[in-house]
């Protein structure tokens, strides 16, 4: 199964991203799965890194944020680029890996400039399963919601009735469809897939560990001065996202990471459950002779 690296060097400031890259891979592994970290290393789309290029992916030195459309030019020029959720499912459809998981994916941001992850549209067209904790309130959350609706994508909840807030595990919308173990999320996949001949991802979203999920009115207060902040300094584009995060971090005096830190772990562990079913129900892949 696959996890992105655009969290790990544009996301999460040093050294936390390295506390999550560690806790990410061994929450994996616990579960009997085998992570594998997306990225351009070099000009090569890479799936798993060796310990040296994690090491210079965490530094971060001269790497770019790889969506999906850069990710020709990155390899045309050599570059070291770090995927977002949209690279790293793309990845993911030229190596057929059925199972990713994040923190949050991208979507639909607020106004005022127009501004739609390419998070959406690959999803739209991977066959994968991708864990999540939702979409941070950073973003219009109903308009994601619908977009993904538009796009034919599934979101079921975790053992949960309603669309985590990424920070926090109540966000007032309905998910249309709930699931409370891995072994209903894998047939509910296998039939989207097989049976209903679907071309999307399925959207998994699991609420962040309670103990470090933080109240909604804290998060919407640090949103809604981030999105000023950023629209007052007319930060846009691949920019945007990387910035509203630091913001948010900053607004509320770090609690925003540690909770961001304890929804990845947790979301590679269930990831990790839902490979391992998968991998017992589905036949070992040919191997070339
Ligand atoms: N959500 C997070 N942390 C992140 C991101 C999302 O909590 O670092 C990253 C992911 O890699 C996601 C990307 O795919 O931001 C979305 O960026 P954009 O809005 O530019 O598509
Ligand atoms: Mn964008």
Known sequence: MALESSVLAQGLPIPENAEAARRMTDAVRAAGALPAITAVVRGQLALGLTA?????????????????????????????????????????????????????????HRE???????????????????VCAGAKSILDLPATLERLETYGVPVIGYRTDE????????????????????????????AHWTVAGQPSALLVV??????????????????????????????????????????IAQATGGRSMRSNLALLEANAALAGEIASHLAARTPEPSRPT
Do not use: M, N
């Open 52 to 108: 040296d290029e994690l090491a210079h992916f965490l530094r971060r030195d001269g790497v770019h944020k790889v969506s999906a459309r850069d990710l020709g030019v990155a390899v045309a020029r050599g570059f070291d680029g770090a995927t977002t959720v949209a690279a790293s499912l793309a990845i993911c459809r030229l190596a057929q890996v059925p199972v990713f998981a994040t923190g949050g994916i991208g979507g639909v």
């Open 112 to 130: 005022p400039a127009f501004d739609e992850s390419a998070d959406l549209l690959e999803l739209s067209r991977t066959p994968t399963i991708v």
């Open 163 to 190: 669309f985590p807030g990424f920070y926090t595990a109540s966000s007032g919308l309905r998910v249309p469809a709930r699931a409370d173990s891995a072994t209903e999320i894998v047939d509910i996949a296998l």
């Open 206 to 247: 699991q609420p962040p560990p309670a103990a470090e999920a933080l109240g909604r009115e804290l998060v919407d207060a640090a949103v809604a001065s981030a999105v000023a902040d950023a629209a007052a300094r007319d930060i846009r584009g691949a920019a945007l996202t990387p910035h509203l995060l630091a913001a």
